[in-house]
């Protein structure tokens, strides 16, 4: 059972526009910054957004990231099948001491 | 350019030991947060421990009491000691370095499995 909640799935056509949640409490989302991280099968992670809507260098504008609260979403517009993949928000846990990662959404483009 | 190379995976027996390494190049690990995360076979990334500046360490309940995260300046390496190894502590077992609140940095992982 994660600390952060997202959806086991979502899927759109390509082209189209996909939001992925992460719903976490005021000891985690609600009081530290959220990350986003993109994984391929048999890959390691990779960062996609920091600070809540920031993106590394070389991450297309396609992706973006907001937060509200004690949620935070990813965006994914233009939609291609090469976005099919794992996606992970994390973030700290103030009153666990330790990072926290939400279970995971697997993007399907149809 | 920033790389991480873990290794020292491999089979073990529940109850065993094992000690994971993960050397870093293009920065200097002493003056970075450096963390450990897991990934279960087929399941999500789990966070597992936290070393940063001097001695500042944190770890998940998980494997609080089991593991130990340390590094070697002078091998500009981290490490992952762990003991009374368990079935569930199956996984790859990635090294990140974190920057601007983020496993910024990642390595390509190593194999941990337990069993008898």
């Known amino acids: 059972q994660s600390v952060l909640t997202q959806p086991p799935s979502v899927s759109a056509a390509p082209g189209q526009k996909v939001t992925i949640p992460c719903s976490g409490s005021?000891?985690?989302?609600?009081?530290?910054?959220v990350s986003w991280y993109q994984q391929f099968p048999g890959t390691a992670p990779k960062l996609l957004i920091y600070?809540?809507?920031k993106r590394p260098s070389g991450i297309p504008d396609r992706f973006s990231g907001s937060k509200s609260g004690t949620s935070a979403t990813l965006g994914i517009t233009g939609l291609q099948t090469g976005d099919e993949a794992d996606y992970y928000c994390g973030t700290w846990d103030t009153s666990l001491s330790a990072g926290v990662f939400g279970g995971g959404t697997k993007l399907t483009v149809l | 350019e920033v790389q991480l190379v873990e290794s020292g995976g491999g089979l073990v027996q529940p109850g065993g030991s094992l000690r994971l390494s993960c050397a870093a190049s293009g920065f200097t690990v002493s003056n970075s947060y450096m963390t450990w995360v897991r990934q279960a076979p087929g399941k999500g990334l789990e966070w597992v421990s936290l070393f940063y500046r001097s001695a500042n360490t944190y770890y998940a309940d998980s494997v609080k009491g089991r593991f130990t995260i340390s590094r070697d300046d002078s091998k500009n390496t981290l490490y992952l000691q762990m003991n009374s190894l368990r079935p569930e502590d199956t996984a790859v077992y990635y090294c990140t370095r974190d920057d601007y609140n983020s496993n910024w940095n990642w390595g390509q992982g190593t194999l941990v499995t337990v069993s008898s």
């Open positions: 005021s000891s985690n989302i609600g009081n530290n910054f």
């Open positions: 600070e809540n809507n």
